[in-house]
Antibody, heavy 119, light 108 residues
Framework: EVQLMESGGDLVQPGGSLRLSCAAS????????MHWVRQEPEKGLVWVSQ????????FYADSVKGRFTISRDNAKNTLYLQMNSLRVDDTGFYYC????????????WGQGVLVTVSS | QTVVTQESSLTVSPGGTVTLTCASS?????????PNWLQQRPGQAPRALIY???NKHSWTPARFSGSLLGGKAALTLSGVQPEDEAEYYC?????????FGGGTKLTV
């Protein structure tokens, strides 16, 4: 069974840093792109970042470019999101999602982890 | 900044048919945007339904179908069930960057 488990969420002050992890099980992370998606409580989904299968290409939403870094360790079957210079509007649930194999898309999602940025 | 637009809310009777649409501020939605559709019930993580405009995942119920219609991506639910009441999100691809629509709240 494919499972994605996010961790690392916390309460952090504006300007602070946090690293999220997404542990994959039931499949091999290598060979698939991966994504991070944010959702503010009671609000819509916002795509944050994507990394290709071997980590050579990364893409970011304009709102996080220069502050967030997506990375992966295929040997550990784990995806990461390093978040620096955090702002209040970065608050929300962060989901990791697996990319589809051929046609671009997302398929399996984790349950999400809460990041709260507040003073 | 690219904006993806969906209906804010729709209502359908059980057993009925409803079509949700997804438009792009850059012009017609095409297969190149690889439209994805996701369902989210309250308190749950999103669940992927459709990718590449028309392709279903192994878990996607047969009553859900995706298409390109009049320059938009569309999600059609035929024979709607009470459990289909949820928020539905469209997701479009633009050269490595993805953009979600604001979501459609479907009431059954």
């Amino acid at each position: 069974e494919v499972q994605l488990m996010e961790s690392g969420g916390d309460l952090v002050q504006p300007g602070g840093s946090l690293r999220l992890s997404c542990a994959a099980s039931g499949f091999t992370l290598s060979g698939l792109s991966m994504h991070w998606v944010r959702q503010e409580p009671e609000k819509g989904l916002v795509w944050v970042s994507q990394i290709n299968s071997d980590g050579t290409f990364t893409f970011y939403a304009d709102s996080v470019k220069g502050r967030f870094t997506i990375s992966r360790d295929n040997a550990k079957n784990t995806l990461y999101l390093q978040m620096n210079s955090l702002r209040v509007d970065d608050t929300g649930f962060y989901y990791c999602a697996r990319g589809t194999l051929s046609i671009p898309g997302l398929d399996s999602w984790g349950q999400g982890v809460l990041v709260t940025v507040s003073s | 900044q690219t904006v993806v637009t969906q209906e804010s809310s729709l209502t359908v009777s059980p057993g009925g048919t409803v079509t949700l649409t997804c438009a792009s501020s850059t012009g017609a939605v095409t297969s190149g945007n690889s439209p994805n559709w996701l369902q989210q019930r309250p308190g749950q993580a999103p669940r992927a339904l459709i990718y590449g405009a028309t392709n279903k995942h192994s878990w996607t119920p047969a009553r859900f179908s995706g298409s390109l219609l009049g320059g938009k991506a569309a999600l059609t639910l035929s024979g709607v069930q009470p459990e289909d009441e949820a928020e539905y999100y469209c997701l479009l691809h633009y050269d490595g960057v993805w953009v979600f629509g604001g979501g459609t709240k479907l009431t059954v």
